[in-house]
């Protein structure tokens, strides 16, 4: 389909080269000299893209693309002049303008820029509209999935569901496994019970005892009142135990007589309690192998492992990857009163051919990413920022115009303050898990690799809340 570029400027020589230069069969080209004829040939022709001077008179380039984004909110509008006062640059770029631009660089960065743009504009005309009814926020337990191996999944939800049968979780970080626990309850017979959920890995060893189990006041230093555990305050629910592989031994024992016996004490406390819960339990490690190495207790294994659900990670299943992006986009769209929001062809494309290393969480991050940073309501494949710093790099000298240590830094900050996080302990839980999956999910040797102690090394993997 034929597009059009509506180019504003005051010098005649430029437009009159800017016209030979971007001028095709299928590109029509339309000039103005001001501001005021801009203005007009842009409410006549609505070009597909507008490129203009900043300098213009008697009003500027901001208040132009002010007009424009105001009668057009997904309007594509690149700024240039010699020397972009660094205030309008950021003015612009708040204001949705797809570029601004040095003009001593459009000889070179014109051309592909242009293109870039009119890529995106017909990805925006081409979009599918979010249908008004559109509701995919089911809350905690959704699950999304139209993959051989999620279907195989919902069927196994489906049919431990009805029983009362211990679940074990596997899958790699970041997949859902704590949506499917919540599924699992949600489907049971005890879904209008309490459910109870808590990561192995984010509390203490000295700690864990106490917060499952409770304690007495004076069992320790610090236990001024006496404490419910979990397993008291979820009786008769579902309790939900994350990262199973980091439990210690002695705490292991406990978790295995309370599947035997349904009872407990506290600690400190000679009063033996009973408990009605199910588990439901979630690793990503190789229980197997550390019940062969002595880390995981054989019986206690067992016990949890009577039915399995394996999560395929995101890279596995790419055909679900428009559907998880869709369902993302749309709650935010929800959340922020924007129907219009959504994404184009070429993104799903993009997001379909990257491989996901930290798996749904991740896809969520960067979708909520490219909504805050993008300047239109349609999402296109310039806005989806890939790999911030997590995904595998190749170990090879870096070339000439690769990505410095300093941008790295830059991009990982950047990506911080866009989803509201507070930038170190943020880094540091990347750095953490990119460290344990390059060390195969092994804790022990992720935290040696970053001369850290087991305990420092987990609380690098909490996520608070």
Request: aromatic content about 6%.
């Amino acid at each position: 389909m034929p597009q059009s570029i509506l180019i504003i400027d005051p010098e005649s020589d430029f437009l009159e080269w800017a016209e030979r230069h971007l001028a095709t069969p299928l590109v029509k080209v339309l000039t103005a000299a001001s501001a005021e004829e801009g203005l007009k040939k842009y409410a006549s022709e609505r070009p597909d893209l507008v490129i203009m001077e900043f300098h213009l008179k008697p009003v500027n380039g901001i208040e132009i693309l002010k007009r424009i984004r105001q009668a057009d909110p997904n309007a594509m509008v690149v700024l240039s002049t010699g020397f972009p006062p660094t205030n309008a640059v950021i003015e612009a770029m708040k204001l949705g303008a797809f570029d601004f631009l040095r003009k001593e660089t459009l000889p070179f960065d014109l051309r592909p820029l242009v293109e870039s743009a009119l890529k995106s504009r017909e990805a925006q005309r081409v979009a599918e509209p979010v249908p008004p009814e559109a509701n995919f926020d089911l809350g905690d337990s959704v699950m999304i999935g139209r993959s051989q191996a999620m279907q195989s999944v919902f069927k196994i939800i489906g049919r431990v569901s009805r029983s009362e049968a211990a679940v074990m979780i596997t899958g790699e970080s970041g997949c859902g496994k704590e949506v499917v626990a919540r599924a699992v309850q949600r489907y049971s017979l005890r879904a209008n019970k309490p459910f109870v959920a808590i990561n192995c890995a984010a509390i203490p060893e000295s700690l864990l005892e106490s917060e499952l189990f409770g304690h007495e006041k004076g069992s320790f230093t610090g236990a001024t009142a006496m404490r419910v555990g979990r397993f008291e305050q979820c009786d008769g629910g579902t309790l939900f135990l994350d990262e199973i592989g980091e439990m210690p031994m002695h705490v292991q024992t406990k978790i295995l007589r309370v599947l035997q016996e349904g009872e407990f004490s506290r600690v400190g406390g000679n009063e033996t309690l009973k408990t009605d819960v199910r588990i439901i339990a979630a690793t990503n490690r190789n229980l197997e192998k550390e019940v062969e190495v002595g880390r995981f207790r054989e019986d206690l294994f067992y016990r949890l492992n009577v039915v399995r659900v394996h999560l395929p990670p995101l890279r596995e299943r790419p055909e679900d990857i428009p559907l998880m992006a869709r369902f993302f986009v749309d709650r935010l769209a929800k959340k922020r009163n924007n129907p219009r929001l959504r994404l184009s062809e070429d993104a799903y494309e993009l997001m379909e051919s990257y491989n996901w290393p930290c798996n749904v969480r991740e896809l969520e991050n960067t979708i909520q990413r490219a909504t805050v940073l993008a300047n239109t309501d349609v999402l296109t494949a310039r806005d989806i920022p890939l790999g911030l710093g997590i995904a595998p790099r190749p170990e090879t000298t870096a070339a000439p115009g690769s990505l410095t240590n300093e941008a790295a830094i830059a991009h990982l900050l950047d990506a911080a303050i866009a989803l509201n996080e507070s930038p170190i302990p943020w880094i540091e839980r990347i750095l953490a898990e990119e460290t344990l999956r390059r060390e195969g999910q092994d804790h022990s040797s992720a935290a040696r690799r970053l001369g850290l102690k087991p305990a420092a090394f987990k609380k690098l993997l909490v996520v608070e809340a």
